[in-house]
């Protein structure tokens, strides 16, 4: 297999064309032996789901070093750099065209220029143009569920008529996933858009709708523990003397303060707060009331609890402040999934992970008081466990948060071959 990837948080297109003369065809197969591009590459999410059929990748293209050594080691392709310096004429012919192009110009962590961004938001169109060159029979790209809704939607609608532009179908409605609805315990929501050149038969567009309905039977028994190994790790993954001692804090408020389900942030420098607020937003001055009520019914314990911890004085500003997110479904914080984010000291239910970001707040599993292992993260990619990861943890755990999910990608591509 020969292929290019950029493993993205992002929205995927699959355009299938059969080499059927019949024009009255109600859904398409791969055909054996099927042959695949694979751009903006990463570490090969694309490459690691289409393993699975008879395929062979003949093209890769991967503009960052890293991600492209990493490509390299595990696919036995060298990918191509950037992709705007490769001349569609050199890109030897292919059936399927594979794309997790950037998501940075759509994502709510990016800036949200979308097209206006010259650098990174035109990628879109180089696909376009080896696209129109080649005319290749499938095309699956991948961009983040933020696409959907950038600049009202005019972003998709853009992509959308590029694409039946050049001549292929897409679904009625865009397709979007996550892989806590296969049952990996993440929650990971990208867009997914496949279609068939129209040529190829009679349909006017795609219905996917049985893959998106949640099946409950799958998604109310996921849990985190399930990718999580049991032995003990490096001591650099353990959350530290620090951060120890904010939990214990938050976990003694939570334990004895007369709420056990808290629909609120806790804002420790509200508790006796005075200062008038009738300028400020409207939930944000419902906030602050509901802070200084929960003070006032529990004084006498909060009173001895900022005496025991020094006034907080020692505490960093942003785990000043605790929201839990877990409902009644967890005894205490060490029972939760935890991140120190900049809006305060989060628990949540040990159910599934946040959404994977390439530079997200990484999350610590209570039970263990430890962050996630990359091993344990690429599980939640649905890589094989002997996929080589890069030897830096911070460059592993970068590459797969910018990654795809390899059992989505699956899924998506049985629907097309059964």
């Known amino acids: 297999m020969h292929c290019y990837f950029y493993v993205a948080n992002s929205i995927q297109i699959i355009i299938v ?42 093209f890769a293209s991967e503009i960052d070093e890293d991600a492209a ?37 759509f994502s709510k962590g ?9 650098t990174r938001g035109t990628l879109f169109f180089d696909i376009c143009r080896i696209l129109k060159y080649h005319k290749p029979k499938y095309l699956f790209l991948e961009n983040v569920a933020n696409l959907l809704t950038h600049d009202e939607g005019r972003t998709y609608k853009v992509i959308c008529e590029e694409l039946e532009n050049l001549g292929y179908i897409l679904p009625k ?4 996933l996550s892989p806590h609805f296969l049952g990996v315990p993440v929650l990971r929501p990208r867009v997914y858009i496949p279609g068939v050149r129209k040529d190829l038969t ?11 309905k949640e099946n409950k039977s799958i998604t109310k028994n ?77 004084k006498t314990f909060i009173d001895s609890w900022i005496l025991k911890y020094s006034n907080l004085d020692w505490v960093v500003n942003t785990h000043r402040k605790f929201e839990w997110q877990a409902g009644k479904d967890c005894k205490n914080i060490y029972d939760c999934l935890i991140q120190f984010r900049p809006s305060g000291v989060r628990a949540k239910r040990p159910d599934k992970f946040s959404t994977l ?5 990484p999350q610590i599993v209570g ?22 990861l890069h030897q830096k943890d911070s460059i592993a755990l970068k590459q797969l948060g910018n990654g795809v999910n390899v059992k989505v990608l699956q899924k998506i591509m049985e629907e097309f071959m059964v």
């Open 69 to 105: 050594l990493v490509y390299a080691k595990n696919h036995n392709i060298i990918p191509k750099g950037d992709i705007k310096k490769i001349d569609e004429k050199d890109i030897p012919s292919f059936d399927l065209l594979c794309a997790g192009f950037p998501c940075q110009p």
């Open 173 to 176: 409605k865009p397709l979007q």
């Open 367 to 388: 039970k263990y008081k430890r962050r996630l292992t990359p091993n344990e993260t690429k599980r939640l990619q649905s890589i094989p466990e002997d996929f080589e």
């Open 202 to 212: 009679n349909k006017k567009n795609l219905d996917f709708d049985e893959l998106t």
């Open 357 to 361: 970001v390439a530079m997200n707040h």
């Open 17 to 58: 064309r059969n080499e059927i003369n019949s024009y009255n065809i109600s859904y398409f197969r791969f055909m054996d032996g099927i042959k695949f591009i694979d751009l903006f590459a990463g570490i090969g999410g694309f490459h690691e789901a289409l393993k699975k059929f008879d395929s062979e990748c003949v």
């Open 110 to 118: 990016g800036m949200q220029v979308g097209f206006e961004d010259k």
């Open 222 to 298: 996921i849990s985190i523990y399930s990718i999580i190994d049991k032995t003990r790790k490096s001591n650099s993954y353990y959350i530290s003397e620090y951060e120890k001692r904010v939990l214990d804090m938050w976990n003694e408020f939570y334990l004895n303060i007369d709420l056990k389900v808290i629909g609120f942030p806790i804002w420790f420098d509200e508790f006796k707060g005075r200062c008038d607020f009738s300028h400020l937003p409207k939930w944000k001055q419902g906030f602050i009331l509901k802070n200084r009520d929960l003070y006032r019914r529990n």
